[in-house]
């Protein structure tokens, strides 16, 4: 492993990279937890083996008055031992002067969204995240990393940076990793070796604490006064100094009033000489992902992919409408005529079931529709049914009844704003009407259908595209806190790893792991 102590040293092992840069950066006194962003990091991401870089920075500007940066630990040689032992290509520790060249006066500060660092930890270190973004957009900025690693023990600042890194269009893919703790449950940090082995055991109150509020939750304690305060006290009577213990949702960190879906609950207290933070994950369901988008984005293909590595339940509710169009044309019914259409919700019995090779199939009232449902016959009809205001309503309830629990993964063109409204995680996807019918003409190719030209297609689409968003009852439209997502010119690999992304953002790995871990 290289040692790197300049800007200059850092350049030259840069140019010399032919391959992906995974970086760490760090304040050093490394630690399991470091040891684990080490190992994560030296995993390929999209084939190519990465060069996995270690910072070492004791960055003056996060510490406060009266806080302790001059007694911050700092063991180089040790340092090194671990990060070379943990699969680190080069350690980079410089000098303050290194990092700040011109001084403090001569500094470009970056400051983050208010209202991201103005709360929990914010609210007592006044100017901690500005010194944290600040050294962070630095070090990016000499390392020029493919992917930065965090750990989610310390959340806020996770949450700041990516807001951060997103703000300023940075070309660098943030991936978070969960908590690492020791023994006795307490999150591994810098700060722990400075406890007693009697502070040691005051401070262990705080995992147990936190673990008493997720079994409060399981048995049916919802509202943040009630989780809060049993918190503080359990915090108290093992002699620690509650400086915050709060209710949070996890992407926004807005303050919550009760859990539902997703909820952080997370608490920093005083401990001797250190000052100790930790959280806990609590759902009063699994996670949702709502995908809407038109008709020919790609939704079915990089959703059911999407479910399969997330280990999320796949529900293809495009399907459920394309198979009762299927049943409406196999009666002879007129698909427009909704006094037609209404009688033969009666009894539906309509199956969405999961084949040996995960291939989702679809029956309706006991035929097997998995391939029928995707003719051009249906394709042109499908809208029409589905703009009946009874149609909605009934497979709409039973989408939701399939969602109670969560732990799912739904697309269509309602989801996020009629199915599943609280969802944690809603993405528009979509593409330009070319694309789209570029798409529609190979998988009508593959499936062994006539392929009609191109600009008939991209006709078909844009009519459909307009049928979708006028319909009186759920109209296609965009939720105001979905992400969009334009796909043009994205590899299937690339959508997906978007959609990762964008669901690690709002749903911490220490609360879902992922199927394949990512």
């Avoid at 980079?92 to 970056?110: H, K, M, N, Q, W």
């Avoid at 090779?357 to 035929?367: E, F, R, T, W």
């Amino acid at each position: 492993m290289l040692l790197l102590h300049t800007r200059e040293d850092l350049a030259a092992w840069r140019r010399q990279q032919p391959g992906p840069v995974h970086f760490v950066p760090t304040m050093g006194a490394l630690h399991g937890g470091h040891r684990q962003l080490i190992i994560r990091a030296a995993q390929p991401l999209a084939g190519a083996a990465p060069a996995v870089l270690v910072s070492i920075f004791v960055n003056p500007l996060q510490f406060g008055p009266g806080e302790d940066f001059q007694a911050y630990p700092r063991e180089l040689s040790a340092d090194a031992a671990l990060a070379a032992a943990a699969g680190a290509t080069a350690l980079f520790a410089p000098s303050v002067a290194e990092i700040y060249p011109r001084g403090d006066t001569g500094l470009t500060r970056i400051l983050p969204p208010q209202f991201l660092s103005e709360g929990l930890c914010g609210r007592h270190r006044p100017h901690h995240f500005e010194g944290v973004a600040t050294v962070v957009i630095r070090l990016l900025s000499l390392v020029r990393p493919d992917c930065l690693l965090l750990g989610e023990k310390d959340w806020q600042q996770l949450v700041i940076l990516r807001r951060v890194v997103a703000d300023l269009g940075l070309p660098v893919r943030i991936r978070g990793c969960p908590t690492v703790r020791e023994a006795d449950g307490l999150a591994c940090s810098s700060r722990n070796r400075r406890l007693s082995p009697s502070q040691r055991q005051q401070a262990a109150a705080l995992p147990l604490a936190l673990a008493a509020a997720a079994a409060q939750v399981r048995t049916g304690t919802h509202r943040a006064q009630a989780l809060t305060a049993q918190l503080i006290q359990q915090l108290e009577a093992a002699g620690l100094e509650v400086e915050y213990a709060e209710l949070v949702a996890p992407h926004s960190l807005e303050p919550l009033q009760q859990v539902q879906g997703l909820a952080l609950l997370a608490a920093a207290v005083h401990c001797g000489p250190s000052r100790l933070i930790d959280h806990c994950l609590l759902m009063s369901r699994l996670p949702i992902v709502a995908i809407d988008g038109p008709a020919g984005a790609g939704k079915s293909t990089v959703t059911r992919a999407f479910a399969r590595r997330m280990g999320l339940v796949y529900l293809d509710t495009g399907a459920m409408y394309r198979a009762l169009t299927w049943w409406v044309l196999r009666q002879g019914a007129d698909p427009t005529n909704a006094a037609a259409v209404e009688p033969l919700l009666d009894g539906l019995d309509l199956q969405l079931s999961a084949g040996a090779d995960g291939q989702q199939l679809v029956s309706i009232n006991g035929h097997d529709v998995t391939e029928a449902i995707r003719s051009p016959e249906v394709t042109a009809q499908v809208s029409a049914v589905a703009a009946h205001g009874w149609v909605r309503q009934a497979l709409t309830a039973q989408q939701q009844a399939m969602g109670r629990k969560g732990g799912l993964v739904a697309e269509g063109r309602d989801i996020g704003t009629a199915v599943f409204p609280a969802a944690e995680l809603k993405v528009f996807l979509t593409a330009t009407v070319g694309e789209r019918a570029r798409r529609r003409a190979q998988d009508l190719q593959q499936r062994g259908f006539a392929v009609p030209p191109l600009a008939e297609l991209e006709a078909q689409i844009a009519a459909r595209d307009h049928q979708d968003s006028s319909r009186e009852v759920a109209p296609l439209c965009q939720a105001e806190d979905a992400v969009e997502l334009v796909t043009d010119g994205m590899a299937i690999e690339a959508v997906i790893q978007a959609l990762v992304d964008l669901f690690r953002q709002r749903v911490p790995e220490e609360a879902w792991p992922a199927a394949d871990g990512a």
